[in-house]
């Protein structure tokens, strides 16, 4: 019996991964601070979500909206509410869900004398998530996302609406068409 469990152990262990990093899992879409999600961004709240979409498709979505002409597009993009004037900014972000795979380790170990690793391109594996973050300031470059800020449900549900646009968008005329 001993011998059964210790062999069910190592079987266990030999052909788990074991988890370095691991990308956060957002189902719709959190607002939180952009510094604590990626290290290289502003220190203010932010509205995160997964983007499902190609590279640069909120680039353009954003552009053909806006008419911006592919001018300063990613950054203090204009856009009113109830009168008031306010802007954002998006990044877009990759993190990575990356893992440390045992058991080709283990059967190069055992198979290779003096030879080349058979399942050297398997020892780790690495996924990629990219994520849109979107910042938001008013016209005195206060953080609109923040918790204390007095139109952030505004500010929110607009930045929501445009994220449901956005998704629900597949060819990037039909914003200027629904106009």
Known sequence: ?????????????????????????????????????????????????????????????????????HEAVEDNVPFNIDGKEFSFSFYEVERV????????????????DNSDPIFEDLYASRKGHWYLVLTARDAKMEDSLHPEYKDRDLVIKHLRDLRIEYLNTHNYLETALKK
């Open 97 to 112: 869900t990356s893992t440390i795979n045992l058991l080709p380790m283990f059967i190069d170990a055992a198979i290779s």
């Open 1 to 69: 019996m001993k011998h059964t469990l210790l062999l069910l152990m190592a079987i266990f262990l030999l052909s788990s991964c074991i988890p370095l990093r691991i990308a956060p899992t957002i189902k719709e879409d959190k607002i939180k601070l952009a510094k604590r999600f990626k290290r290289s961004l502003p220190k203010q709240y932010a509205l995160i979500f997964k983007d499902p979409k190609d590279a640069d498709d909120f680039y353009y979505f954003v552009n053909e909206k806006y008419k911006l002409n």
